[in-house]
């Protein structure tokens, strides 16, 4: 790598680790595509699983007293036979094919996510008045001072509202939590198993099992830290599976203490984000991007 080529991907590192503290999610994806850009996908899965572990360990100390450390367990079982049988299928596959899958895999999961953001920004719609209030509308309208409440007095045309139950505050756009004991507690057990292949192969899974935390009933804090708690043991079981297999993480010793620093620093700026910012806006910023980046990996391959 050059000098340039260096400093460039530290900085992707920083938004990255940034935009998964505010988030929990498609940091990582975006990273990967960052990466690949300009160096080989069998280079880069490594590295990126190590870069990944510092942002997600991070990530999962900031948020620890909200991580629900029995679901991180679980995930964890399985991941490093999966992992062996995802390294295998890396290398039985080329690799034009490995990076365009990666670039298809980002567009998949990017137009997922692009769904759950415009369906949890939709208004909710407004209930239908009662007919008794229909009827009693015109009628209170023209109803003596004395009959109404002071408030309708300097509320033209207010009819009947004051009948009507008060506003009710509207529930965080997040899905329905799952009823107790709906939850199978073998779930987080095979999709560890799926995620530990997918790492190795593919590289990222935070989208893919991003969906799996929400309906846990935790709040946002919870579903980031716990979330990052299960890919940080994902990507450290990714990291013993390539050095058992040979790969040499010495030569990238410099490069990667650099994108260490940059992702601790990233979850830092993230955290201080995350009470700050609007996640909307951010979100929809960071699926562009990322769709970009998964489309031009995914046209590299099939245009050549």
Known sequence: MSGLELAGLAGAVYVTATLSAVVGMAGGMTLLAVMLQVLDPLVVLPLHGAVQLVSNASRTLVQRRHVEWGVAARFGLLLLPA????LALAHALPRGLLRGAIGALVIVFTLQLWRRVASASAPEPEPAPEPELLLAEPLLARAPAALRRPSELTSAGSGASWLQEPPRARAPALEPAAPEGKVSPYRFVLL???A???NTSVGATGPLIAPFFVDLGLERR???GTKAACQSLGHFAKLLVFGA???AFAPYLPA???FALA???GTWTGS???DRLSEGWFTRLYLSVLFLLGARLLLREVLG
């Open 83 to 86: 992992g062996a049988l995802g």
């Open 192 to 194: 560890g198993g799926a």
């Open 196 to 198: 530990g292949a997918l």
């Open 222 to 224: 919870g579903v980031i």
């Open 245 to 247: 297999a040979g790969f």
């Open 256 to 258: 990667l203490g650099l």
């Open 263 to 265: 992702a601790v620093a």
């Open 272 to 274: 201080r984000l995350l």
